[in-house]
């Protein structure tokens, strides 16, 4: 099982390379401002998830100008973790669906 | 940017270095945000560092714990070792704690002082008393009290301790009844006494703790007494068998006997802020005042000695308790130094790992920190197995210890003891872990790695551990000779002549109620008993006495010799003794000259009274020859008594006392020639075999004689002899136990090394052995490497040893600080120890094939 702040950082990573900041915005505006989170907080998941092998890190793409900064990218196995993440999230839902927890989703 | 540079540096340094441009970077972005809240930055970024910092202890720590399980034998003597140190440390401390670092449980117990004078006086008069109470002002309270024993009637008659006090007993103690009430204003005019106020103990002993007891009347000494009030548990002044405090009728000034009799205790408290100095000045004043406007009276000057409660309570047990707390110290050292040694050797086999570890980029720090946590791990470890050793070992203590040592009931295993064992544990793991630790982190890792798989002999690391074996050594030698000189300080006590003969004698205490028994009526009831006592098959002789040697003392009562005139109260004294016919024969005390009493020297013969040689000799210093001389007591004018035997003197409180002269008085005239007859007797009766067999036929003797008659105190004379000395024997047994077990640690560090050194050096012993040397030279090889580090031991410890001589020199009884016969005994022991412990690994070294040593390489 994945923290629920770590599938946050891998949803952001499988939209494209960011570095730690970037990580930030992109949960900030996702969440539209309700998980704010801080630099100690999200290095300490980033190195767990680093630690994992579930994100690796790499170069800035070259549009950017700061070129020296490290840019996270989700991994093949970050990938398949966070699918099967998402899966188990699915499964769930469709139970609390049949018990009538949930209103069954449109669509 | 200053603040974050901090901030990063909190971050272990793993992290840090991977991390921290990225921090710096993130940091910089964040702060141009509209409204950041600094508080919540540094707090994120400081429980973030924690968190880390825990992960990797963590991390450590499951390594440490894989590492251990890999080799659990390793783990397991590790453990066990501390555990064995720790614990020896918390039991001890436990009972330090219990018994002299823990408040009296008065309040304000320091300002409590004991009162009393230098000798000859000791004790205190009712006149010096009062006019202490009326005119030292830095008193807030003094109280006088009155100790002995009294018969408490019932189904089964008990003796009980108790105590007469002044009314302001209780409050100056500062402890009022858990129930009921102290004495009341016109409680102190009544003689006998008709208030009673229990102890904890004796309410739940006799009564099962009912609160009915309050108004019930028991029977003291036969006379009935309210019980108005009970004292909390551990209330235990002024002894901590007292069971009943009585009131002592006040002192009125008219009513105020003579000087000269000192019978009270005193004990004081302090007004607050009042220095010792000063209340004695104080007290030297009033004393020196009274020296002055009574001359006649104070023959001898009267010195007042003022002391603190809890050195008078505890003064006699601190330094066996210190010497216990300072043996087990030592022995948590050599534990220390035994696990270093473990630790060493072990890091030794682990170089080759440390070396690749540091190869691939781990950093010096991370594995010394690493080391640390595994010392700490076993420290824990070993703490927690040490608690449950010592609370062992605690049990056992209390158990076993003599009951004069005073507040074994205090001792507990409460949280202070707890953190103190954790902070010992902790400490001895900093200790046995800083050397290995300090090793560990240092050397390349090339030349390790080059070395291959060949165990090279690696000089370093071999001389450090040699090092270690010596200290333990030296450590060892230094417990072995304090434990031998106290030792011999027993040994010489007790062979120290009581001055009779204590081998299968069997002593009790027979207690007649004075309402019941007259003067008559007790003489015929002690006769009666004797003659049946004697009919007891076994039994050789019987006889009893108003006291007992080492139990009792008989006080000091002023003599004249007959025609002889002294100044005033300069004339002689001697200890009067009461005794019965047969008392002689049953103590092992040879009349010298004369003879011995009989049923004859009864009340309206002739007075008589047989004395100690001392006693002659200060009697009638001039005459060669005293039997027929008669003399006596001073004071109110009794009846001249003729001294018709001489026995020699005795020891009557310990083996290190000054015999002291007495006087022997026969039990049926006490009355007439010595103020007054004791109505109750301590039995003395010699048997043949076991003297405790016949105990059941006195005590129910005594039942079919009188049903009222508690008999108590059954013991043999060994045993009561042997609780003038029991603290000595108590601490020094331990204390030996303690230096054995350093002696054992010290031949297992012996043990370790050399076999190690053994396995280290196959492959030289196999060259030796290929080139000729035979295996008597190998085995010398390897027994000389094992005594040379026992002799180097020794003669630092020895150095060591004189220091501990110092440090215990109150406690030696004719032992010289430098005691030449321990020293050797300890410098001749441990060599042998070296020997014994290199046998082993020796025989394994000569066992060594040359072939295989130099192949397998």
Redesign the interface.
């Known amino acids: 099982m994945i923290k629920p702040l770590e599938v946050l950082i891998l949803t952001v990573l499988s939209a494209g390379d960011r570095h730690g900041y970037g990580i930030r915005q992109d949960i900030l505006d996702y969440t539209e401002g309700t998980v704010e989170i801080e630099a100690g907080n999200l290095y300490r998941h980033l190195r767990a998830l680093e630690d994992e092998g579930l994100v690796d890190e790499g170069r800035a793409p070259r549009h950017e100008t700061d070129e020296r900064r490290i840019y996270y990218r989700l991994s093949s196995a970050g990938r398949r973790a966070l699918a099967a993440e998402m899966h188990r999230l699915r499964e769930l839902v469709r139970l609390a669906e049949s018990r009538g927890i949930l209103a069954p989703a449109r669509g | 940017m200053r603040l974050i540079d901090f901030?990063v540096r909190l971050y272990p340094s793993e992290?840090r270095s991977?991390?921290a441009?990225?921090?710096r970077?993130?940091?910089r972005?964040?702060m141009l945000e509209p409204g950041v809240s600094m508080p919540?930055?540094i707090l994120?970024?400081?429980?973030?560092?924690f968190?880390?910092h825990m992960q990797s202890l963590k991390q450590d720590i499951r390594f440490t714990l894989r590492g251990l399980a890999r080799r659990p034998a390793f783990a397991a003597i590790v453990l066990a070792t501390i555990a064995l140190g720790v614990g020896a440390n918390s039991a001890i401390f436990s009972v330090v704690h219990g018994i002299l670092l823990r408040p009296l449980p008065y309040p304000d117990a320091d300002r409590l002082v004991t009162f009393g004078h230098k000798a000859p006086q000791w004790l205190t008069g009712q006149n010096e008393y009062v006019a202490y109470k009326r005119d030292i002002s830095s008193f807030a309270s003094l109280s006088a009290f009155t100790q002995d024993e009294a018969t408490l009637s019932g189904d089964e008659p008990e003796r009980v301790a108790f105590a007469s006090v002044t009314r302001d007993f209780f409050t100056t103690m500062g402890v009022s009844p858990a129930i009921g009430r102290a004495f009341a204003e016109d409680e102190d005019h009544v003689r006998p006494a008709t208030v009673a106020i229990l102890s904890h103990a004796l309410w739940q002993r006799r009564f099962a703790g009912d609160r009915s007891v309050l108004g019930a009347k028991i029977t003291i000494n036969g006379y009935p007494r309210t019980v108005v009030g009970v004292m909390p548990p551990h209330f235990g002044y002024p002894s901590e068998r007292t069971d009943v405090w009585l009131p002592m009728r006040r002192f009125v000034a008219d009513s105020l006997e003579e000087r000269g009799n000192y019978y009270l205790w005193i004990v004081g408290r302090l007004k607050p802020g009042v220095t010792m100095p000063r209340v004695s000045n104080e007290a030297t004043t009033v004393a020196q005042r009274m020296m002055q406007d009574f001359p006649i009276s104070y023959g001898t000057p009267l010195v007042p000695v003022i002391g603190e409660l809890s050195v008078a309570l505890l003064g006699q047990t601190r330094p066996y308790l210190w010497a216990l707390l300072g043996a087990v110290g030592f022995v948590l050292l050599i534990v220390c130094v035994n696990v270093a040694n473990l630790l060493l050797s072990r890091g030794e086999a682990r170089r080759k790992e440390m070396a690749l570890r540091t190869a691939l980029g781990a950093s010096r720090t991370r594995l010394a920190t690493q080391l640390i946590t595994e010392c700490g791990v076993l420290a824990i470890g070993g703490g927690v197995l040490g608690l449950a050793v010592a609370w062992g070992l605690q049990r056992a203590l209390v158990a076993v210890a003599p009951s004069s040592i005073p507040r074994l009931d205090q001792i507990t295993l409460d949280w202070t003891v707890v953190l103190y064992t954790f902070a010992i544990s902790l400490l001895a793991g900093l200790a046995f872990g800083l050397v290995p630790a300090l090793r560990g982190a240092r050397g390349a890792p090339a030349d390790t790695l080059k070395e291959g798989g060949r165990t090279a002999h690696h000089g370093g690391s071999s001389r450090v551990r040699r090092a270690l074996v010596v200290a333990e050594v030296a450590l060892a030698v230094v417990m072995l000779s304090g434990a031998g000189m106290l030792l011999r300080s027993l040994i010489n006590l007790q062979s120290a002549e009581m001055g009779f003969d204590s081998r299968r004698v069997l002593t009790a205490r027979v207690s007649l109620a004075q309402v019941e028994y007259n003067q008559e009526r007790t003489t015929a009831f002690y006769r009666e008993l004797l003659t049946k006592v004697r009919a007891i098959p076994g039994v050789q002789s019987a006889g009893a006495a108003g006291w007992l040697p080492v139990v009792g003392r008989g006080g000091q009562w002023g003599v004249m010799a007959e025609g002889k005139s002294y100044p005033p109260s300069q004339g002689p004294s001697v200890v009067p003794q009461q005794v019965t016919p047969g008392y002689f024969q049953a103590m092992g005390m040879p009349i010298v000259s004369g003879r011995d009493f009989s049923d004859e020297d009864r009340a309206g013969g002739t007075n008589t009274v047989i004395i100690s040689r001392s006693a002659a000799r200060l009697l009638w210093p001039e005459l060669p020859d005293v039997l027929g001389q008669r003399f006596q007591v001073g004071g109110q004018p009794s009846a001249l008594m003729t001294v018709i035997g001489i026995v020699d003197d005795i020891r009557s409180r310990d083996f290190q006392d000054t015999p002291e002269p007495t006087m022997y008085v026969p039990h049926s005239q006490t009355h007439l020639t010595a103020y007054f007859m004791p109505v109750s007797l301590w039995l003395v009766v010699r048997t043949r075999g076991e003297p405790m067999l016949v105990a059941n036929q006195i005590r129910s003797i005594v039942k079919s004689m009188s049903t009222t008659v508690p008999v108590s105190d059954v013991r043999t004379l060994e045993q009561v002899v042997g609780t003038s000395v029991e603290n000595r024997r108590f601490s020094t047994g331990l204390i030996a136990a303690f230096a054995s077990l350093a002696l054992l640690l010290a031949g297992i560090g012996i043990f370790g090394v050399i076999s190690y050194g053994v396995s280290e050096r196959t492959f030289e012993i196999g060259v030796r052995m290929a080139l000729g040397a035979d295996r008597g030279q190998v085995l010398r090889l390897i027994v000389s490497d094992g005594t040379r580090m026992a002799v180097i031991g020794v003669l630092l410890g020895l150095v060591g040893a004189a220091g501990v001589a110092r440090a215990i020199r109150s406690l030696l009884v004719d032992v010289p600080t430098i005691d030449v016969v321990t020293l050797l005994a300890v410098a001749t022991l441990l060599p042998l120890v070296g020997i014994v412990a290199s046998l082993l690994p020796a025989r394994r070294a000569m066992a060594v094939s040359p072939t295989e040593a130099l192949r397998g390489s």
């Open positions: 901030l992290f991977r991390y441009t990225e921090l970077d993130f940091h972005d964040r919540r930055v994120d970024h400081v429980h973030s560092a968190g880390e």
